[in-house]
Antibody, heavy 118, light 108 residues
Framework: EVQLVESGGGLVQPGGSLRLSCAASGFTVSSNYMSWVRQAPGKGLEWVSV???????YYADSVKGRFTISRDNSKNTLYLQMNSLRAEDTAVYYC????????????WGQGTLVTVSS | SYVLTQPPSVSVAPGKTARITCGGN??????VHWYQQKPGQAPVLVIY???DRPSGIPERFSGSNSGNTATLTISRVEAGDEADYYC???????????FGGGTKLTVL
C-alpha cells in the first residue's frame, strides 16, 4: 500500500528555516516524480516544487532561490528545505507522487502545517 | 506562466448535474487532471488525462477537454460530492505543474 507521511512543520519566525520530510512506503521515491504542493489557509492549491526520477528539479517562482527539494534514496524520503521564510509561506504543505510526467499526482500525504509568524 | 481559470463556486440540487469548467489558452492541447478536496483532507484524484477515472471513483464523474475549456461533469449529484474541485495541467514551457484556482461545489 502506498503511503506518504509528512513531518517537520511548525511555527517559525520570518527569515527562519525549516525542513519538511515526506516518508514514503509501498513504492520507491527515486522511481517516480515527487512534488510539494502547498495550500495557504482558506486558499487554493499551489504547486511548489518537483524532483523527477532522473534528479531534475524545478521550483515555482515564488520559492525559487529559497527552497530546495531533495530525496534520500536510502531512506525513501523526500525533503523540502525552506530558507528565508516569509509570512506568505504559511500553508499546509503536501507531498504528492506521480509516476511519470505528465501523469497526475495519484497519491498525496496528509499534509503538514507551516506557520511563519513572529 | 500558464493560467487556469475556474469559477469560484457552483451550486446544484441533489440528483442534478454539475459542470465545473477550467479555462486556459488552447487547453484542449494539454492533458487535464481533476482533484476533489473535502475540508481538512488531502486532495483526491477524480479524473485524469481529461476523461479517465481512477479505480474507486464513481462513474458519475466524467471529464471532457476541447478548445479553451475543460469540463468536469458530476451526474446525479449527491450530498457527499460537496467539496472543492481543482483542475491541473502539466506545462512544459513554464512552471511544470499548474493548478486552477478551485471551485467550491455546493449541493443545495
Amino acid at each position: 500500500e502506498v503511503q506518504l507521511v509528512e513531518s517537520g512543520g511548525g511555527l517559525v519566525q520570518p527569515g527562519g528555516s525549516l525542513r519538511l520530510s515526506c516518508a514514503a512506503s509501498g513504492f520507491t521515491v527515486s522511481s517516480n516524480y515527487m512534488s510539494w504542493v502547498r495550500q495557504a489557509p482558506g486558499k487554493g492549491l499551489e504547486w511548489v516544487s518537483v524532483i523527477y526520477s532522473g534528479g531534475s528539479t524545478y521550483y515555482a517562482d515564488s520559492v525559487k532561490g529559497r527552497f530546495t527539494i531533495s530525496r534520500d534514496n536510502s531512506k525513501n524520503t523526500l525533503y523540502l528545505q525552506m530558507n528565508s521564510l516569509r509570512a506568505e509561506d504559511t500553508a499546509v504543505y503536501y507531498c504528492a507522487r506521480g509516476e511519470l510526467e505528465p501523469d497526475p499526482f495519484d497519491y498525496w500525504g496528509q499534509g503538514t502545517l507551516v506557520t511563519v509568524s513572529s | 506562466s500558464y493560467v487556469l481559470t475556474q469559477p469560484p463556486s457552483v451550486s446544484v440540487a441533489p440528483g442534478k448535474t454539475a459542470r465545473i469548467t477550467c479555462g486556459g489558452n488552447n487547453i484542449g492541447s494539454k492533458s487535464v487532471h481533476w482533484y476533489q478536496q473535502k475540508p481538512g483532507q488531502a486532495p483526491v484524484l477524480v479524473i485524469y488525462y481529461d476523461s479517465d477515472r481512477p479505480s474507486g471513483i464513481p462513474e458519475r464523474f466524467s471529464g471532457s477537454n476541447s478548445g479553451n475549456t475543460a469540463t468536469l461533469t458530476i451526474s446525479r449529484v449527491e450530498a457527499g460530492d460537496e467539496a472543492d474541485y481543482y483542475c491541473q495541467v502539466w506545462d512544459s514551457s513554464s512552471d511544470p505543474w499548474v493548478f486552477g484556482g478551485g471551485t467550491k461545489l455546493t449541493v443545495l
